[in-house]
T-cell receptor
């Protein structure tokens, strides 16, 4: 039931773009995206709801394909501060919530 | 300031001892969650609670117990039955349901030897 993320890891140079994918085997009502720095707690980035619009702020945006039960996170013109591990989180119609397998993103100068 | 706190930050225990991790929030959130994270791994749900005096098991509840006697508090007990308890434990809270972001505490790193 844990959503699968791809790629597992990616290394970017500053200014490059990246896409992180999240795929679930269950019908989804919501998709959350979080970023975690090493040794710290995850920090919320955005949430997408079924029937909702593509969300974004600054140079990070996301989409949610309800039929395919997938979401993608788009990072454009990456900055050093974008480094960390990105997790999607998925909720169905019930109350249980699952975090994805994680994608390690490293931005180098 | 509203937030969610966990204590202690680091905890060391001997095998065979039960240990209780604290989680308190003053965000007036109905829902609270406990996750376990192992090195290089994702977050796995241990228990969650959507309302006071009610909680449900997550994927890896065996060897753990919780209580939710107050809205603000959701302590997690790691019992001696948990085979491999050394991990990073994260508590989170949110408004009820999956449509709301989860706010995380700073985590407790538990080491059992």
């Amino acid at each position: 039931q844990q959503p699968v993320q791809s790629p597992q890891a990616v290394i970017l140079r500053e200014g490059e773009d990246a896409v992180i994918n999240c795929s679930s085997s269950k019908a989804l009502y919501s998709v959350h995206w979080y970023r975690q720095k090493h040794g710290e707690a995850p920090v919320f980035l955005m949430i997408l709801l079924k029937g909702g619009e593509q969300k974004g702020h600054d140079k990070i945006s996301a989409s949610f394909n309800e039929k395919k039960q997938q979401s993608s996170l788009y990072l454009t013109a990456s900055q050093l501060s974008y480094s960390g591990t990105y997790f999607c989180g998925t909720g169905g119609t019930g109350n249980q919530f699952y975090f994805g397998t994680g994608t390690s993103l490293t931005v180098i100068p | 300031d509203g937030g969610i706190t966990q204590s202690p930050k680091y905890l060391f225990r001997k095998e065979g001892q039960n240990v209780t991790l604290s989680c308190e929030q003053n965000l007036n959130h109905d829902a609270m969650y406990w996750y376990r994270q192992d090195p290089g791994q994702g977050l796995r749900l241990i228990y969650y609670s959507q309302i006071v005096n009610d909680f449900q098991k997550g994927d890896i509840a065996e060897g753990y117990s919780v209580s939710r006697e107050k809205k603000e508090s959701f302590p997690l007990t790691v019992t001696s039955a948990q085979k491999n308890p050394t991990a990073f434990y994260l508590c989170a809270s949110s408004m009820a349901g999956n449509s709301y972001e989860q706010y995380f505490g700073p985590g407790t790193r538990l080491t059992v030897t």
